[in-house]
């Protein structure tokens, strides 16, 4: 190693530097001989360098073998060490490029990195099951119910007129009747009544309610009372049906006289059959027969129609009667008897002899 420093030394003394001539006096023939020197001293370095790795490999690898005791072998390592630039032999010593290198490849490469990370989108956000939603969908649901009872107040809070509190207690009224409830029908029907006292057809249901609990002469006091307070079509009509109910004939008429355009057909028909137990045949009649007007398919009106056109001796007119109650009407056996005789003994009278 002392030869090898020693040559080191004389190599450097060697380049040591020289002060140039002045340029006004260099010539051309001398700037060429110093190019020739140049390139002679570079390749001496090269060779010089070539030896130096060359005996420092050498020394490494018989140090190796020593440590080993001689039982590995290495190859040359010059020819692996060839040198490609002639800057890689500059340094004095050879170890320090071979450590340096990785150090700039990483102080080169990690500033790009920096800018590919900056450059590069962050990252997407993964989505979560149970993330919350936003706002903007929240916001809906929560107001939709406090909507809803909004409207649920002010519908609370807006109160009935009442007349219309009064229809609406009747319907409910109408509803526990229908279900066979009549005392909570019945006061229903008198809330109604304390809310439109006018209301003419509560206070018919009522009384008819009160009559199908065989309150029959308090319902009548409730209609008559009412009627004398403001006259009322319905409540004369509502009073001759019960009136006909109790056998009370004439009573019955008058307060169904009453009725006037308020009458239906089953009026009608009812006033016709206390007209004739009346024997008044002929009032009775013209009230079947308007019954009949409206409804002409009713056996049993036919058959009292029939039996006041006989009373008259209207016998053709009783016949045609009794034949039509017999196609359209379903009687009990006795009377079915009743009309065929009535029509076998007319057919028999009608036969030629």
Do not use: C
């Not at 010089?48 to 790795?53: K, Q, R, T």
Request: charged share 20%.
């Amino acid at each position: 190693m002392s030869a090898i420093n020693q040559m080191l030394r004389d190599l450097d003394a060697r380049n040591a530097p020289q002060t140039p001539p002045a340029p006004a006096l260099e010539t051309a023939g001398d700037r060429h001989t110093g190019k020739r020197g140049r390139i002679t001293i570079t390749l001496i370095l090269l060779g010089l360098g070539v030896v130096i790795a060359g005996g420092f490999f050498a020394m490494k690898d018989r140090a190796g073998q020593r440590e080993t005791g001689g039982s590995m072998r290495h190859p040359a390592p010059v020819a692996a060490l060839t040198p490609k630039a002639p800057a890689a032999v500059v340094p004095v010593q050879p170890i320090k490029p071979m450590v340096s290198a990785p150090v700039v490849v990483s102080s080169v490469q990690a500033p790009s990195a920096v800018v590919a990370s900056k450059l590069a989108p962050p990252p997407a956000m993964p989505k979560l099951a149970n993330a919350p939603r936003p706002p903007a969908l929240i916001l809906p649901k929560v107001s939709a119910p406090v909507a809803s009872h909004a409207s649920e107040v002010i519908k609370d809070n807006v109160e009935l007129s009442p007349s219309a509190a009064a229809q609406q207690l009747q319907d409910e009224a109408n509803a526990l009747r229908r279900e066979g409830k009549l005392d909570a029908a019945r006061r229903k029907y008198r809330d109604a009544l304390e809310r439109n006292p006018g209301l003419s057809s509560a206070r018919v249901q009522l009384a008819e309610t009160m009559h199908a609990q065989g309150e029959t002469e308090a319902a009548l006091t409730l209609l008559k009372a009412a009627y004398n307070q403001q006259p009322d079509p319905e409540l004369a009509v509502a009073s001759g049906r019960m009136l006909a109910s109790r056998g009370q004939r004439a009573e019955a008429l008058i307060w169904l006289a009453r009725g006037g355009a308020a009458l239906r057909p089953a009026d009608h028909a009812l006033s016709a059959a206390l007209l004739a137990q009346e024997q008044r045949y002929d009032e009775a009649i013209r009230a079947y027969q308007t019954a009949l007007s409206a409804d002409p398919h009713k056996g049993g009106w036919l058959l009292g129609l029939g039996l006041a056109l006989e009373a008259t001796g209207r016998r053709e007119e009783a016949q045609m009667a009794y034949q039509q109650a017999q196609a359209w009407g379903e009687f009990k056996p006795e009377v079915v008897k009743f009309l065929n005789e009535r029509v076998s003994t007319e057919n028999r009278s009608a036969a030629p002899r």
